[in-house]
């Protein structure tokens, strides 16, 4: 495995790590799903597995986490426009 590939390994696990770790939380009751917090871990971890999935060339990644990164960043964005 190349450093780049190993490196696209540490992003893609970050990522998946922040998107679940939410979800967890959103679970437990711990967080709100219109809580910032919750909506800046799905934007951050969707858009490091967008980059991922477009550096491995991966059209369905791409899509799914692509869509999940906008959708999270149109929750933040209705946020602060709502605040």
Same mark, same amino acid.
């Given at each position: ?5 190993? @490196?696209?390994?540490? %992003?893609?696990?970050?990522g998946?790590? +922040?998107? +679940?770790?939410?979800?967890?939380? =959103? ?11 919750? +909506?800046?871990?799905?934007? %951050? ?18 899509? =799914?986490e692509? @869509?999940?990164? =906008? ?13």
């Amino acid at each position: 495995m190349g450093a780049m590939d190993f @490196a696209m390994q540490i %992003v893609s696990g970050a990522g998946a790590v +922040l998107i +679940l770790g939410a979800f967890v939380l =959103l679970q437990r009751g711990v967080w709100d799903a219109r809580r910032r917090m919750y +909506l800046w871990a799905n934007f %951050v971890g969707a858009s490091a597995m967008t980059a991922v999935a477009i550096w491995d060339q991966r059209v369905g990644f791409i899509a =799914l986490e692509g @869509a999940w990164a =906008l959708v999270s960043l149109w929750g933040l964005v209705a946020r602060r426009v709502s605040v």
